[in-house]
């Protein structure tokens, strides 16, 4: 397999001499078909996880995360397919819009920062790219076509290594997190007051939860979590 900046290069090349076909359904023609992009952006919903962490800002999401969607957020992550970033970032800024537009949020008017939950450094080195802050550089530009004061803003860091996530509750999840997310040292930031929050997947919160901890410590407000997908882990 190969991977890193390699990878890339070569997916580059084989974008160049092989006809495209869409990373859900294999139509030919584009990345992402007509119609698999209209699946990505046709349920934005409220859809918050079961339990609710406390703290949890509001959680809105494009879709749950399941057929189109779950095929696109995959080869777009896993297997670098970085133009899908696109159709992500508009399914991401779309929900954005749904859920200020439906909540009246007065927040959204005075300007906001669209962070992006850090990914790990390891897994960036290793697909050559960071997934969700490409999405969020290109969100905040959808959500200023929206008319929406958005800048994006890199703020979190990673403090520490997590343990793997995979098999355990939220509350678990939520205190194998706890503390390892902080705003990176001197970082001032648009001039704001509050963060949208974007991420590529919600299941129980627990990443949402301790990047909005994280946020709000250094004085910001966390009102919105925007996701791609939503899943809900089976018990
Ligand atoms: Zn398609």
Known sequence: MVGGILGRVLSAVLDLVLPQTCAACRAKGARCCARCVAELTAHPARRL????????????SASPYEGAVRKVILAYKERGAVALAGVLAEALAYTAVMAIG?????????????????SRRASVSARGH?????LAVLAARRLRAYGLPAEPWAALRQTRRVADQAGLSSAERAANL?????????AKGPPV???????????TGATLLEASRALRSAGWSVPLAVTVAATRRRS
């Open 102 to 118: 439906g909540t009246g949020a007065r927040w959204a008017a005075r300007g906001f920062a669209v962070v992006p939950v850090p």
């Open 193 to 203: 007051a509050s963060v949208l929050l974007v991420d590529d997947i919600v299941t």
């Open 49 to 60: 996880p079961r339990p609710r962490l406390p703290g949890m800002p509001d959680c809105w």
């Open 130 to 134: 960071d997934p969700i802050g490409r």
């Open 178 to 186: 706890a503390g390892s997310l902080r705003v990176a040292e001197g």
